[in-house]
């Protein structure tokens, strides 16, 4: 068995918000209910995996992640868009997903009869006109995220004592709060006694106090993260206090969770204008759900606002006794209705071909390509695939192929979010079922969730009609998404200098060099990493010798700023806000400067949104601090090639959670770069070219 154990465990549901609570968490837990109290439960420190008998080990499963929908307007365009190399509608959405934060925000067009380099266009506004034969597309990305903002030798008078005893659980304690008792942030005395360390703020007021820490937390949430589902909706619920809306019917729901719980299941119908709470009503007379969207100030009672993503709605033309040769077997799906579930779910990647159905062998295959025998097999049906709205999927009690698990980790990276190791949130009740990425199961099926980014978070930089010569083709990669999984995965081997996608052929290419050319239809992709940023602001404020940049709008500043972050961003950026111009900083000296804001990016910490009947639990991340031609002795050298694999490295694989930081040597050989620091002791401005990071 091994591994940590947490002998405040008694039940595998609280073994598992143990396993949450730290980061170890990554290689799953071992529970075994026959030990005695205290004795059963451990969190796994490595993948490899013994016998044991009365002992049931669970694996991490990864089941959501943030996206964006794409909503057709038909004979509509929007005037002025900048006119684009993609000549395929799926070429057009995917370049224009990967530009969603800057040069495409507005969403685009498509003009299927236009001629080769002049069917896509980027809108540069909102605007719309009639425009027979053009479809307009908005596009409409979520995000969502908290941090936290140290104060030092700070409090905020009057917190609240909470039970945890260690900053990583006050942290996830206040996450699960962050919309109710911990809204303001908490405080950390680490020379506290037990259960007088952590403090929840019932304000924003804070105070000097040596020895203290205050947190800030900060949460973003500009969309909404889904789960895979047809039937379910993913939702953000915001509150608005001293506020509710006049007319509400009352509910018999006595808790806040349940009364959340209670409405999301009916948020369309009864509950589609939000909720009121007020925890001074008497059993019965706290929750009512709104019935119109008015609202009222009401002191002593919040107002709920609910916002809701609608699911996927998929149509499935018939092509009777037709079939797709090449088709690939779902050999775990046997019913039409299970096979138009999964298609409907994938149809933006492995079925956007549809399925054959052969209803005499259940058999249903996916279709690799457009091609259609029409009338060439008699008994088995063609099913074409239209959908609109957000593909998602709840399979119930079903084992899913591995076909599913390939396809939902090549949808995590084509969201620009790495899943180096798939992850489950939320206290579920489990049945002893295993959940391994070779067959996910789960009795009540996948659920709403979020992926809490630990590691590099793939940034991909496309230059338009631009290639290398001399690139090596991976005939295994027939999409964009699959080159881009293909080239990390091998980002520090063999696709070092990034690769070529041939839109007009479909075809990849591992570049061996990164000196690149003219050429027409074809794109070069390199890849640079970053974290996810959680902005902190500094109203007129900038820094000094700031480096201009080229970016003209704020939210093209941050994005070319968090995808450099631990290099010529390292010190955030300025932003000129009369000017609309954007700096970023050479040092952290932040001087007064009216008119000007800095902005520094702090490594962000996924949330997830509730969901009916799961209590959330939420994994933090490091801030990082850099102490130049630095290093510490006695480190333990990992084979990590770049910084940000050494982080992540020194994070998930160190027992003691990267306690004492890391020594990465930029000039040293590929393989000797990367060392573990043992110490605290840092030697501070002695070693060229090495740097020292805290976490």
């Not at 298609?343 to 933006?348: D, G, I, K, P």
């Amino acid at each position: 068995m091994g591994g940590l154990p947490q002998s405040s465990a008694t039940t595998v549901e609280q073994c598992q918000s143990a396993c949450l609570s730290i980061k170890n968490c990554q290689y799953g837990f071992d529970w075994n209910a026959k030990n005695p109290s205290g004795s059963q439960c451990f969190v796994s420190t490595s993948a490899t995996l013994g016998s044991n008998a009365d002992t049931t080990h669970y694996d991490l499963v990864c089941t959501t992640t943030g996206g964006c929908t794409v909503t057709p307007i038909e004979n509509t365009n929007s005037p002025g868009g900048v006119s684009q190399s993609f000549d395929t509608l799926d070429a057009c959405k995917s370049g224009c997903l990967a530009k969603q934060d800057s040069t495409c925000k507005n969403g685009f067009d498509f003009n299927p009869s236009g001629s080769s380099g002049n069917k896509c266009y980027f809108s540069t506004s909102t605007a719309t006109s009639t425009y027979t034969g053009v479809t307009h597309y908005n596009v409409n990305c979520v995000t969502t995220g908290c941090g936290f903002t140290p104060i030092e030798n700070t409090n905020s008078p009057g917190g609240v004592s909470q039970s945890f005893d260690t900053l990583d659980a006050c942290k996830s304690g206040c996450l699960a709060k962050q919309d109710s008792t911990c809204k303001n942030g908490f405080d950390f005395n680490p020379s506290g006694s037990s259960g007088n360390k952590c403090y929840f703020s019932t304000s924003t007021a804070t105070s000097t106090y040596t020895g203290v820490t205050h947190y800030n937390i900060n949460c973003v949430t500009t969309g909404q993260t889904t789960a895979m589902t047809t039937s379910f909706s993913g939702c953000t619920v915001t509150p608005i206090e001293n506020t509710n809306s006049p007319g509400g019917v009352s509910q018999s729901f006595d808790t806040l969770d349940a009364c959340k719980s209670g409405c999301l299941a009916k948020q369309d119908s009864t509950c589609k204008n939000g909720f009121d709470f007020n925890p001074s009503g008497s059993s019965g007379n706290k929750c009512y759900f709104s019935t119109s969207t008015a609202t009222s100030t009401y002191t002593g009672v919040t107002h709920y606002k609910v916002n809701c993503v609608t699911t996927a709605t998929c149509t499935f033309p018939e092509i009777a006794n037709s079939f797709s040769p090449s088709g690939q077997q779902m050999t775990n799906i046997t019913t039409l209705t299970a096979c138009k579930d999964y298609c409907a779910s994938t149809y933006t990647t492995y079925c956007k071909y549809g399925f054959d159905f052969n209803p005499s062998t259940s058999g249903c295959f996916i279709s690799t390509s457009a091609t259609v025998n029409v009338n060439g097999y008699p008994g088995v049906t063609h099913y074409n695939v239209t959908c609109t709205g957000v593909a998602i999927y709840r399979p119930g009690s079903v084992l899913l192929s591995k076909l599913f698990f390939n396809e939902l980790t090549l949808i995590l990276e084509s969201l620009t979010v790495l899943c180096p190791r798939i992850v489950l949130a939320g206290n579920l009740t489990f049945t002893g079922k295993k959940a391994h990425p070779s067959g996910i199961f789960s009795d009540h099926g996948l659920v709403e969730a979020s992926l809490p980014v630990t590691g590099p978070i793939a940034v991909w930089q496309e230059a338009n009609n631009t290639n290398t010569a001399g690139g090596v083709e991976q005939t295994s990669a027939t999409s964009l998404d699959m080159c881009k999984s293909q080239c990390f995965a091998a980002k520090d081997t063999t696709c070092k200098n990034g690769f070529d996608w041939d839109y007009s052929k479909s075809k990849c290419f591992f570049s061996t060099t990164s000196v690149t050319s003219a050429s027409n239809g074809v794109s070069h992709f390199t890849y640079s990493s970053s974290v996810g940023c959680s902005w902190q602001i500094k109203n007129d404020t900038n820094t000094l010798g700031g480096i201009q940049q080229t970016a003209t709008s704020l939210d093209a500043c941050k994005a070319s700023c968090a995808a450099t972050t631990t290099s010529s961003c390292l010190y955030g950026f300025d932003w000129d806000v009369a000017n609309s111009k954007c700096f970023f900083s050479t040092n952290s000296d932040l001087k007064s400067a009216p008119g000007v804001n800095h902005y520094t990016c702090l490594n962000a910490t996924t949330t997830v949104p509730t969901t009916p009947g799961l209590n959330i639990s939420t994994i933090s991340n490091c801030t990082w601090t850099q102490n130049s031609n630095s290093n510490t002795a006695g480190g333990i050298k990992n084979s990590a090639n770049d910084v940000e694999s050494c982080k992540y490295n020194c994070v998930t694989m160190q027992t003691n959670k990267c306690q004492f930081g890391l020594d990465f040597d930029t000039a040293a050989a590929d393989g000797s770069k990367c060392f573990f620091s043992t110490t605290s002791t840092v030697n501070i401005g002695v070693a060229a070219g090495v740097n020292h990071y805290n976490c």
